[in-house]
């Protein structure tokens, strides 16, 4: 059974912090990699994708891979009230593209 | 910007009953999904499908659903006889390649009551 583990949280952070997300994957094979926000109620929303091990920025978010660890993580920088909601790590997996989801973390942006 | 639009954003249906849920996915995309999260619980992967046909299913698509694309715009996913269970929230995808960035429609809310 292929799966994907986060600390479900929630995490707290003051306004204007980092805010570190983590994620690991159990399929060694995987390639595809990707966060996902969703707010209560609502869709996932695409953040952030990555596919070769290392750092890769997009404004405030950095998403790091490590497919030697199996791990995945999200930085979000400068932290905003905004940001409060649950962070998906989704790992694609065979061939079809099917994303494995983990269980979510909640951000907390305190202002 | 483009977007999966999905309809209707809630459905109340009474157990036994067939339902058909809507999306209409991002133009240049080729590859659907659908998706549902049962309320409070990690989203889950249900089917994909490719090339006119399904690609992949989870163990919780069994004989009661189906998907098509009948018109090449439109992809369905029908329930034939819905089980207070089968209320989640339920989600359309597409991307435009295997593994790439996959985005997803609004959701209909199903409630089986």
């Known amino acids: 059974q292929k799966e994907v583990e986060q600390n479900s949280g929630p995490l707290s952070v003051p306004e204007g912090a980092i805010a570190s997300l983590n994620c690991t994957y159990s399929d060694r094979g995987s390639q595809s990699f990707f966060w996902y926000r969703q707010y209560s109620g609502k869709s996932p929303e695409l953040i952030m994708s990555i596919y070769s091990n290392g750092d890769k920025e997009d404004g405030r978010f950095t998403a790091q891979l490590n497919k030697a660890s199996q791990y995945v993580s999200l930085l979000i920088r400068d932290s905003q009230p905004s940001d409060s909601a649950t962070y998906l790590c989704?790992?694609?997996?065979?061939?079809?593209?099917?994303?494995?989801f983990g269980q979510g973390t909640t951000l907390q942006v305190k202002p | 910007e483009p977007e999966v639009t999905q309809t209707p954003s809630h459905q109340v249906t009474q157990m036994g009953q067939e339902v058909i849920l809507r999306c209409v996915p991002i133009s240049n995309h080729l590859y659907f999904y659908w998706y549902r999260q049962i309320l409070g619980q990690k989203v889950e992967f249900l089917v994909s499908f490719y090339n006119n046909e399904i690609s992949e299913k989870s163990e919780i698509f069994d004989d009661q659903f189906s998907v098509e694309r009948p018109d090449g715009s439109n992809f369905t996913l029908k329930i034939r006889s819905t089980k207070l269970e089968d209320s989640a929230m339920y989600f359309c995808?597409?991307?435009?390649?295997?593994?790439?960035?996959?985005?997803f429609g609004q959701g209909t809310r199903l409630t089986v009551v």
């Open positions: 995808a597409g991307s435009g390649q295997a593994n790439t960035e996959a985005f």
């Open positions: 989704a790992v694609g997996s065979g061939n079809t593209g099917k994303l494995i």
